[in-house]
């Protein structure tokens, strides 16, 4: 039986469209979907639209339409933005989907019967833009003095009849998760984060609202609809098909030995670490395996917003650099987890440095030398001197590096294994001098040949996550079969078979800034 790896990413608020914020939460997740698979686990990979509360309700009004319709035409832009990234999604959620109300609804019942629902006032702060409540004492004021939420977010005075849920109940059981898993929370400075927000003591949480109706209707009190993020946290078990609890909900959301990853800002960190599990321990469910929360990016030094119009459109990036190098660059810039800020001189560097000038000249020097020299036919290797073995053993030893670092959702750890390697390989080719052995020793020549050929295959399937396209492309010029590209082909007993005949070589990371006819001409 394979192993089940289930991963998500938040789903989006589509009172706006995606940035690329947004981009790449999604990235990230189809990095690690696409690694797991390669490495034979059974993965189901959920994003989505969040499209109920106030936030969404207000866009549509100040646009004068219908929240149904800013909700379609958005979702649409999300999907739209998720194409084009080469998204590998095995489903995308809309929460005003009937799967979800359904959904939604099944679970409130059922904190409602194990008696984890109480009705009484709310009374107290409320940010539409963050959809959070906060107490007085986590306010701050703003340059006029008004009352803003700790995230700058405006807020206003709620009072309202309300249904609770008795979070405060849940601290010791979320204290002791915690505990009990160490890595139920990363980064490790998230995790710290989130302890001494509960050993701090909790507040019973609002779980619906009466003053707008844009929501999911709470079962047997429709004049109530449930508090967004409710709504929200249960689509990653509507994507799994709940209430129905055979089927995928067994395979990726078991009892024991939980297989769910949910990739998030860390800004939302608070509802998933917090809420979902506890909402989910009282509904008697089981939990996640972990959650992330990664970092924030900014654009020249500020906040990316709507206001400042400063936002990042991912399609206008992928239309300039391509998407594979778009997907490169936002995971090998930043470690995982970390802030970042965003300048687009950071991306031609990356794009002319490592994908074309390390890794794409790598395969060129030698794919263009065989094209030339031997007819296209990959030579056989004749016996190996220790710096093939070394180079050969590197690679076989990457495998494990990159699973480890997938493990902490590392990529800058697992690119930059992957990066020795490719370096390592550049200097062999320069010390071998294949060109010159072609005179000389035509025989070390071709083994020479044969070890870049077999080291490209190990780099160019492992890369495979995070530039699909092109490494599709260089595993074809290497004459690898389509089912010989996972991970299980890397081990000892799988090697390139000498003899076989390459396509004609082509450049497959081109050059930023050159004309295109130029494009991925390698030296
Ligand atoms: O919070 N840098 O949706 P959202 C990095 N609907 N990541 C960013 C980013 C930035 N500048 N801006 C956005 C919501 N993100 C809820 C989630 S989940 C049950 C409900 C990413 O549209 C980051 O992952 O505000 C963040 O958590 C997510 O987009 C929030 O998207």
């Not at 909402?279 to 990316?304: C, D, I, S």
Request: glycine share 8%.
């Amino acid at each position: 039986m394979p192993k089940a790896f289930y991963v998500t990413t938040p789903i989006y608020y589509v009172n706006d469209k995606p940035h690329i914020g947004h981009a790449y939460t999604t990235i990230a997740c189809d990095v690690l979907a696409r690694f797991k698979r390669l490495d034979g686990y059974d993965v189901k990979f959920l994003t989505g639209t969040d499209e109920h509360g106030q936030k969404v309700a207000k866009a549509a009004a100040e646009k004068g339409v219908t929240p149904q319709e800013i909700c379609d035409l958005n979702s649409q832009t999300f999907r739209d933005v998720a194409k084009n990234l080469g998204i590998s999604n095995d489903d995308f959620i809309r929460t005003t989907e009937p799967r979800h109300i359904a959904a939604c609804q099944a679970l409130w019942k059922r904190l409602e019967e194990n008696g984890q629902i109480y009705l009484d006032k709310y009374a107290g702060w409320y940010a539409v833009r963050d959809e959070a409540f906060y107490d007085e004492g986590e306010l701050t004021k703003g340059p006029n003095g008004e009352k803003l939420a700790p995230t700058g977010a405006p807020v206003e005075w709620v009072e309202e009849e309300s249904y609770f849920f008795p979070l405060s109940k849940w601290q010791d059981k979320l204290l002791a998760l915690y505990d009990a898993n160490p890595d139920f929370i990363g980064p490790k400075s998230r995790f710290n984060e989130i302890y001494s927000f509960v050993k701090g003591g909790l507040n019973d949480l609002s779980i619906s609202r009466t003053a707008f109706s844009w929501g999911v209707p709470v079962p047997g009190n429709p004049k109530h609809v449930m508090y967004v993020w409710i709504d929200a946290l249960t689509n990653y078990i509507t994507g799994l098909g709940y209430p129905d609890e055979s089927g995928e909900m067994a395979k990726f959301w078991p009892k024991t030995d939980p297989v769910a990853l949910h990739v998030v800002g860390k800004d939302i960190i608070r509802f998933h670490c917090v809420y979902w599990p506890a909402f989910l321990m009282a509904a008697n469910l089981p939990l996640p395996r972990r959650v992330f929360g990664q970092g924030w990016w900014t654009v020249e030094g500020q906040k990316m917003s709507k206001s400042l119009g400063n936002a990042i459109d991912p399609n206008a990036l992928i239309e300039k650099y391509g998407r594979d190098q778009l997907r490169f660059f936002l995971l090998r810039e930043i470690p995982y987890g970390n802030d970042g800020d965003f300048s687009e001189a950071a991306i031609a560097g990356r794009i002319n440095g490592e994908l074309a000038n390390a890794f794409g000249n790598l395969a060129q020097r030698f794919l263009s030398f065989i094209a030339k020299n031997l007819g296209g036919v990959l030579p056989e290797p004749g016996p190996l001197t220790d710096a093939d073995k070394e180079l050969l053993g590197a690679c076989r030893s990457l495998a494990d590096q990159c699973r480890e670092a997938f493990e902490r959702q590392a990529f800058h750890d697992a690119l930059e294994a992957i990066f020795v390697v490719v370096r390592a390989a550049n200097g062999y080719v320069d010390v071998q001098a294949p060109w010159a052995l072609k005179k000389t020793d035509p025989a070390r020549m071709s083994t020479v040949l044969y070890v870049l050929a077999e080291c490209t295959r190990h780099l160019a399937i492992l890369m495979q996550p995070f530039t699909p396209d092109a490494t599709a492309k260089l595993l074809d010029q290497l004459a690898v079969p389509e089912g010989e590209r996972t991970f299980a082909f890397l081990g000892p007993d799988h090697a390139l078979k000498g003899g076989a005949t390459l396509p004609a070589p082509q450049g497959v990371f081109p050059r930023y800034g050159d004309p295109p006819k130029a494009a991925g001409k390698g030296a």
